[in-house]
Nanobody, 121 residues
């Protein structure tokens, strides 16, 4: 049974930082590209960042580029999202997802349950 479990969300002030983690089990983690998506209340889910199975290639949405950093540790079956310079508009539920593909048309086979990030003073 495949499981993706996010953690690290919480309440942070504008300008602050958070680091999300997503622990994967039940799948050959090093064969999957991983991504972070987010969904704010009343809005559609949007892509945030992705990282290739080897970790040597990443891609970011314009909304988070320069502020967020995606990384992975294949020995720990974990993908991370370091979020800096957080803004109130970053408030959302953050989801990690796994895909055997890469690129804008990649299909994500597995999803986590999400972790809430709230940016507010």
């Amino acid at each position: 049974q495949v499981q993706l479990v996010e953690s690290g969300g919480g309440l942070v002030q504008p300008g602050g930082s958070l680091k999300l983690s997503c622990a994967a089990s039940g799948l050959p983690f090093s064969r999957y590209s991983m991504a972070w998506f987010r969904q704010a209340p009343g809005k559609e889910r949007e892509f945030g960042a992705r990282i290739k199975w080897s970790g040597d290639s990443t891609y970011y949405a314009d909304s988070v580029k320069g502020r967020f950093t995606i990384s992975r540790d294949n020995a720990k079956n974990t993908v991370y999202l370091q979020m800096d310079s957080l803004k109130p508009e970053d408030t959302a539920v953050y989801y990690c997802a796994a895909s055997l593909g890469w690129g804008i048309r990649a299909e994500y086979n597995y999803w986590g349950q999400g972790t809430q990030v709230t940016v507010s003073s």
